[in-house]
């Protein structure tokens, strides 16, 4: 059973940085797409940013593209890292690691495509 484990969440202020990371533990034989969603209170679940299963593609919300870097620590896409730089107060949210097996990258922004969840870091942008 291969289980999703997020950290690095916490309290930072305006224009400060985080490093979100996400480790897959378990029985990983094959690379995932790994992928970072948020939800803020009163909102729905939105995409942040993914990394493709080969590791030759990344993806980014629009409003966190040139703030937000993702990346990852190995080919089969195991652990990965969300580098946020630039917060802002709209980022505050619970960060969310979501990973798949399906090669298929069409739905990439897609909740519904992810299999795997982790249970979530709190993001408080805050002066």
């Known amino acids: 059973q291969v289980q999703l484990v997020e950290s690095g969440g916490g309290l930072v202020q305006p224009g400060g940085s985080l490093r979100l990371s996400c480790a897959a533990s378990g029985r990983t034989f094959s690379p995932y797409t790994m992928g970072w969603f948020r939800q803020a209170p009163g909102k729905d679940r939105e995409f942040v940013s993914a990394?493709?299963?080969?590791?030759?593609?990344?993806?980014y919300a629009d409003s966190v593209r040139g703030r937000f870097t993702i990346s990852s620590a190995n080919t089969k896409n195991t652990v990965v890292y969300l580098q946020m730089n630039l917060l802002k107060s709209e980022d505050t949210a619970v960060y969310y690691c979501a990973a798949t097996l399906t090669q298929s990258l069409a739905g990439i922004r897609e909740a519904s495509s992810y299999d795997l969840w982790g249970q979530g870091t709190q993001v408080t942008v805050s002066s």
């Open positions: 990394i493709a299963y080969n590791g030759r593609y990344v993806y």
